[in-house]
């Protein structure tokens, strides 16, 4: 039987080649000037949305917008469609710190890029956007998920790793079990 493929979802992964130390000490002086906020962290610190005055934050920037174009041309998007990074804000989890289920509103595509990831630090799970796709199948299917039939999905975290998906796409990060920070930055971009 022919097997057609509809309404497919990807995510897409790319090592970025920058000096990671460089930004992670720039992130942690970031982490000592401020309380940080509470979104989707249980426990952890998120920073405030970056300021692109800082020339290291705007390099910053400009090597996740250079990946992007990728999948920009890859999901067809229009040549004279830009795709811009609008906000970008830094994340520290140490033990048992992690993030619920969220996704990014009024943003295209969101991304997350790790820079310092332990041992056991914890993946991002992404959640199948067929709710019942678990309550149905789960009590008929072996214990082999693929894409096809899995309700979720975990990606592990890697230092240079860049992850980017549809900003509409649940996704949760797993609580680490590593007592070292796992040290990542999460970012939208918008459409112009």
């Known amino acids: 039987m022919r097997q057609l ?7 897409f992964e790319t090592a970025l080649d920058i000096n990671l130390n460089k930004f992670i000490k720039k992130f942690k002086a970031m982490k000592k000037e401020s309380a940080g906020r509470v979104l ?7 920073s ?33 469609t830009r795709l811009h990074v609008n906000n970008i804000w830094c994340n ?14 009024n943003s295209i ?24 796709l678990n309550h149905l199948w789960d009590p008929h299917l072996t214990e082999t998920y693929t894409h096809y039939n899995s309700g979720t999905w975990a990606v592990p975290a890697k230092a ?13 990060v797993q609580a680490s079990k590593s007592y070292s920070s796992r040290i990542s930055i999460s970012f939208n971009t918008d459409a112009h």
């Open 160 to 172: 240079g790793m860049m992850v980017v998906f549809p900003s509409w796409l649940l996704h949760r």
């Open 5 to 11: 493929d509809i309404f497919k979802t990807s995510i």
């Open 48 to 80: 405030q949305n970056f300021n692109f005055k800082d020339p290291l934050l705007k390099e910053l920037k400009n090597h996740i917008e250079d990946a992007i174009k990728q999948v920009h041309h890859q999901l067809g998007f229009k040549k004279s």
């Open 92 to 105: 520290f989890n140490d033990y048992q710190q992690y993030n619920t289920a969220h996704s990014h509103p």
């Open 109 to 132: 595509l969101s991304g997350v890029l790790y820079f310092q990831t332990p041992p056991k630090c914890g993946s991002i799970v992404f959640l199948n956007p067929i709710h019942l």
């Open 40 to 46: 989707s962290n249980a426990g952890g610190w998120q």
